[in-house]
């Protein structure tokens, strides 16, 4: 791959990004939340258990002091709950609250309508999940694999 097709990728990708980010403004106005509350909202899947603190952490990728601070808006605006961890006493689960579950809900369907990414016809999106897991699939010694 040359450099320009990596930079062309890399570009589009932020591309993407960006005008998914602008187009949800309004949406994430409308319900008081940030890019970053929003991320975590929908990074707590209500079809599962309620994750640890440090699980959360890693999807985020983000510290504990930084999950924090977003899970304390959150849980002032009503929409997670903080818990004890049934299998470690000393660590936190975050789980959705009804509130959370709609706004969830929302933010989601409307990030899917208003993405770029809606246009494309099934099999190009299929394809492009493959290749976009392809990428994020972890090769030994890589440095920028999640720890």
């Not at 960006?18 to 909202?41: C, F, K, N, P, Y």
Request: negative net charge; contains cysteine.
């Amino acid at each position: 791959m040359t450099h320009s097709s990596l930079e062309a990728a890399v570009v589009a990708n932020h591309e993407i990004f960006m005008r998914t980010s602008d187009r949800i403004g309004t949406v994430l106005a409308e319900h008081g939340l940030t890019h970053s509350t929003a991320q975590a909202l929908w990074s707590i899947d209500p079809n599962e258990p309620p994750p640890p603190m440090k699980e959360l952490a890693g999807r985020l990728y983000c510290n504990a002091p930084n999950l924090s601070f977003v899970i304390n808006q959150l849980t002032r605006r009503g929409l997670v709950e903080r818990s004890p961890d049934p299998g470690d006493r000393r660590s936190r689960t975050v789980a959705l609250t009804e509130d959370g579950r709609r706004v969830r809900s929302a933010v989601i369907e409307a990030t899917l309508t208003l993405s770029p990414f809606a246009r494309l016809h099934a099999d190009d999106l299929h394809a492009l999940t493959s290749l976009l897991a392809k990428a994020l699939t972890p090769t030994e010694n890589d440095p920028t694999a999640p720890a």
